[in-house]
Every structure is written in structure tokens, then in C-alpha cells.
């Protein structure tokens, strides 16, 4: 029952950020080993002080840390602070982040060995670890919205990391203004907070604070021109989850994510699928208290997780690139993890976050090792056959994918099989919520489909007949990597597997993959493992033991797969990806011709991009022209200031007219002042 | 026996005439510096007048600073009228308006 030492809490981000600053400010001067290792240790360190954290929060029995370290101003009675709140929910959270982080760390040295920007690279991605880590260890919302946007700016210098590449930054760009869009409804939301915190008990940016006025705030109505009253609660918390839509990229603020693959593979496992798309459903989990006060906002929780997950499933079928596969089914189960969210089963959608930040961050780091083995080809109809070239990644590849599709006693299977229970439990308790219904038949197809899309990129890859080397010169024509010519890997033709500092972190990510549902599911979930961290309002309570009893432990529900339809969807899924693509491989052709409208459908991602480009960008930049125009050209300048200083000169013109610049009037105005001044003084003296 | 009422009328139409002389003329910055020559002399009219009259010596005193003052002044103001002269190729009052707004 020892508190924990504010200082270890400080160390844990701040010794990344030290790793950061030596590697960024001095990367033109130190060599190689220096800037990755000095950021190696810096990560180590801080992945093991959060090991000691958790250890001491999830079973010492540590207090939890609720404290602020620095106060960094305070105005209008709001105190912006640097504060730390950790407890089980952020503890898990920091484990995730810096152990990922590691593994992407050391994946990189192999990764990156032949890029010029080797140093600037590693100290990006030890900055993103700072700033992931000040998110999630925030108790307050300024901290939050720090790190929120530290995040966003980390993300972006690496997706365009690559900046002399059009497509690099313009995926940069398009991630940028996409999170901003999610940022405006963040920014309305906290200022909600403010504002109503404000009325009961004092404004306040702190966690504690606004969750204590949560009721009352849920209690409050205000107007809006059309509507009878909108819940303030409702407003804040659709708020705050548009700007989780932008970071973990919901529909229809997904855009930017398949583009986002523009950027090396090391981030986009870490940044693009374990930890900042996490972000989102993080923040959600943690604000539980004040979602669980409004249904309706839960509801479009669920409603846009639902559509998420099957949908942008979907396009996970028809994509070649091996990266955008993943991607595609990274959106998917961020979608998952959503529903979670909206079916208001906070610690399931933790839990599915974390089993998929290991299993993603292995299959995007799998992806990597085959990229640099096909020498930085990445269209998976040039692969094939690679198996017996390149096993450990074959085979942890395959434990990845099997974690995603959710086969029994696989990480992913507990996470994602409770989600579906809980859905399917609120479907039968609210049988008249047809949102929930809707969600239940999206998930429960969006197995099939997350099973299909993984086996298939399995099949296309390792399996089957190599179609790599019938081109061997065009796939280095149509490369991908600026430096794919400069690549030291002997071109003679066959694959080679990448060395250790690759293959490493693949393992140490698929040990955790396979095993980390299984150990910590029945704890975690239903044993108290999140202790008071998430809040559940009783009514979900009943959901949750329910789940609790049919769930008992991890090999009963392991073994109770086979009663259950999901399981059955997953092997039609698995089954019909070998018959489409090893069996009978003339027939995903013949089914694209026949399904011709449906497959133009998604081959342009249901037009969502042909939306933004067309209508809302040229729409947007109308209203900006028009405010250019009207009011910054018209009103402000044109009125407020030109206006002022054009009536001035207007009066001057006509004052001046007096200053003649002939000297005789000059003496003229001077007698006539003289004349006036001593007329003035007689006539008083006189009298 | 000259009274003091013809001396203040004497000067004030001394007085009057330079005014006028400065208003009326328009060409010439010589003519100018001679009206307020005459301005001067005006003034200096008026302290003899009165001192006359009081038996104060002081005011005819004071008229020789007057004149010293007048003459040192119309030194500076021919040395500048020599050398806007130079510049301008001008002494035509007409001319010189720089200070128009």
C-alpha cells in the first residue's frame, strides 16, 4: 500500500524525450549507434519503470497517483496543469505503448539501415513515445489536448517522412487536416467541460473534477435553434468522440488512415495500428464517466464503431498493396473496438486494444520484413511462395493473423468474442434498440470478412506459386522506396529474410499475441483488473456479470468456440480465402467481372475521397473565400481599419488647406492671433 | 509742445503700413525683412514715445537693445536670403511654399 514516487512517474516520459532531443538536435553529428541507442535506452527504460508502475498499480496494491507535477499557469480561476493520473486503465495503457515502442525501436535498426534520415527517424518516433505517454498518463484536459496534438504532429513528420516523395506529403497533409476536423469537435467538447464545470463547483480541466459534476451536468439541458433541448452531456460527449473519430479514424474521419501507409512500416505499426489510432478509444474508456450519462451519445458511438467494422472490412478484400491490407483491418478493428465502447464495455474495448496492439504491431512489422525481403515491393500480386524463404516471419506472421481472425485460445479471439457477446447481449437486453441490432449483424459479419481478408493476404504472400521472380527487373522498376536502388541485400533474384534486429521483435511481439488473452482475459475483464478506473453505470453492470458467468475461465471459453456461430464464421471465412486463392485462383477474377458495380464500389472506397475532393474541399474553400472576401476584406479591413484611417485623412485633407506655406499668411494668423490674444487681455483688464 | 497722442498715432500707422507692406507684397523677401525692420522701429517709437512722457529713461535703454536685436536679425535674415537665393535662383515669395500642407 506504498503511494507511488512521483518522480519514476515523471521519468518514464521524460527520459524518451531526452532521447528525442539528443538524437533530433544532434543528428547531423553523432553517428548511427549513438542516436539508436542512446533512444533504445531511453524507451527500455522508461518500458521498464512502466513494468515496475503496473506491477506496483495492478498488484501491489499501489494507490493510485493522482497528483499534478507542475503547475503551468492558471487563468480565470482555471488551473492548467501538468498532472499525472495513473492508475490500472493508464497503467495497461503504458505498458502497451512503451513495450510496442521497444520492439518498433529495435525493428528499426534492421528497417531503416540504409536510409539517409536513419537518426531524424529515431528521434521522431522516441518524441511520439513522449507524447503518447503524456496522453495517456494526463489527469487533466489540457495535458490531453497536449498530447492529443503531439501525437497528430509526430504522426504527420512520419508519414511524410519520406517529403520528397508528392504522395508522402500528400498523405501528410491530408492526415493533418482530417485530425483537425476531429480536433474542432475535441476542442467544443472540453470547452464544454469548462463551461458546465464552471457552474457546479468551479471551472476545472481536471479528470476528477468534471467527472464529479458529471450528474449534474447530465441533469442540463440547453438550446439549440431547431431542437427541444439537447442534453448538455449528450453535446459534450459527441463532441469529444468526433475528435476521438479523427485520431482513431471512424468513419467517415477514416480517410487518412490507408493513406497514412505512405510512411515507413516501423510507424506505421506503431503509430498507424498499436498506439495513437488507440488514442481515440482510449480517451472514450476514460471519459466513461461521463458517456455512461448519456444514452444517445452511446448510441452513435456504436452506430459509427458498427460501420467502421464491417465496412472499411470490405475494403480489405479488394486492396493488393500488403500494407493497405492491414491498414484496412487495422480501421476495421478499431471499429470493433468502438462498438465495445458504444455497447458502453469500456474495459472489453481496453482489452481488445491491447491483445490487437500486439498482434497488429507484429503483422505491420511482418509486413515490413517481407517489404525489405521483396527489396521495397509491397503489391502482394508479385509475392507468393515466400514461405520457405523467409519462416520466422511466415510463422509469426501467421500467429498475427490467427490472433486478428480470432482463432480460439488466441488473444484475439477473448477480446473479440466478448465484444461480440456484448453486443449481442445489449441486443437481446434492448430488443427494440435497432442500433444495437444493426451492430450486432455488423460485427458478427465483419468476422467472416476480417477472416477472409487475413488469409487471404497470408495465401497471397506466402503461399502458393511464387510470382515474384517471372519479372525479377520490374519490381525493382516499380519500386516503392526512394533508396530500394541503394538496398545492401544481394539482388540475385530469391528473398532473404532481414537480420536478427528484425526478426527479434517479430518473436517478442508473438509471444504476447498468442498468450496475453488467455492470462488476463478472466482478470482483467471481470476479476476488478481496472479497479475504479472505468466507470459503469449500474444497468451495464448486469450486462457485464452476465458476461462474467457465461465467460468462466480462459479454457472453458476457449473451448466453448465450437458451440458458438462466430467460430463457424471464421472458418468459412479461412475456408473459402483457400479455395478462392490456392485452390481455385481463376475464380477471384471471374467473381470480380461478375460483381462488377459492387467491386467499382469499393475499388473507390465507396467514393468517400471523391467527397472530400470534390464537394466538401471546394465547399469549404467557397465559405473561406467568402469569409476572405466579405468579412476579413470587406468588414475588418475594409470598415474597421482602412475605414478609420480614411476618415482621418479625409478631415486632414481638409484642415490642411490652412497651411498655405506663404509666409504672409503665416504673419497674417499670427497679427490676427496677436490682435485677438491682447483684445481678450484688455477688455479683462478693463473691466 | 508734441503730444503723446500724435507719437501713438505716428507709430501705429508706421505700425499699419509694414502689416500691410507684408500682407500686400507678394513678390519680394527683401521688401519683407524691411517691413519688419519697420514692425521694429514702430515698437521703438512707442518706448520713446513714453518715456518721454514718464521721464523714465528706461525705455529709450530699451531701445537699444530693440535695435541691436533688429540688426543682428536682419544680418541673419539677409545671410539666409543670399544663400536661398544661390539655391533657388529665387527670392519671389510666390516661390517659396514648402511648407504648403
Known sequence: MKPLDPDILL?????PLAAAAIAGLFCRVIPRWVASGVTILGVAASCALSLYVANAVLFGGADVFNGTVYQWLMTDGVGMQVGFLVDQLTAVMMVVVTFV???VHVYTIGYMADDDGYNRFFSYISLFTFSMLMLVMSNNFMQLFFGWEAVGVVSYLLIGFWFKRPTAIFANLKAFLVNRVGDFGFVLGIAGIIYYTAQFGGASLNYADAFKAAPQIAAQTFNLPGTDGVNAMTFICICLFIGAMGKSAQVPLHVWLPDSMEGPTPISALIHAATMVTAGIFMVARMSPLFEHSEFALNFVLFIGATTALFMGFLGIINNDIKRVVAYSTLSQLGYMTVALGASVYNVA??????????????????????????HEQDMRKMGGLFKYMKVTA?????GSLALIGTPFFSGYYSKDLIIDAVKAQHH???DNGIATYAYWCVMIGVFVTAFYSVRLLFMTFHGKPRWDANPAASHEHAHDTHAETHPLPHDGTPHEPGWEVKGPLVALAIPSVLIG???????????????SIFFNDEHHELLNELGEEFGNWVSFGAHAVQNPVFWLVAAG???AWALYIKWTHLPDLIATKLKPIVFVLENKYFFDWINEKLIAPLARLFGTAFWKIGDQGIIDGIAVDGSAKTIGFFAGVVRRVQSGFLYSYAFWMVIGLAVMLGWFLTRSLN | MIRLNWMLVLSSVLFAISVAGMFINRKNLILLLMCVELLLLSANMNFVAFSRITGDIHGQLFVFFVLTVAAAESAIGLAILVVLFRERRSINVEDLSTLKG
Do not use: D, E, Q
Open chain 1, 395 to 399: 510463422i509469426t506472421c501467421w500467429i
Open chain 1, 11 to 15: 521519468a518514464i516520459p521524460l527520459l
Open chain 1, 101 to 103: 515502442s521497444l520492439c
Open chain 1, 574 to 576: 479461412v475456408f473459402s
Open chain 1, 429 to 431: 437486453l434492448h430488443p
Open chain 1, 350 to 375: 481496453i482489452f481488445h486494444l491491447m491483445t490487437h496492439a500486439f498482434f497488429k504491431a507484429l503483422l505491420f512489422l511482418a509486413a515490413g520484413s517481407v517489404i525489405i525481403a521483396m527489396h
Open chain 1, 518 to 532: 488467455a492470462m488476463t482475459a478472466r482478470w482483467l475483464l471481470f476479476g476488478g483488473g481496472f479497479g475504479n
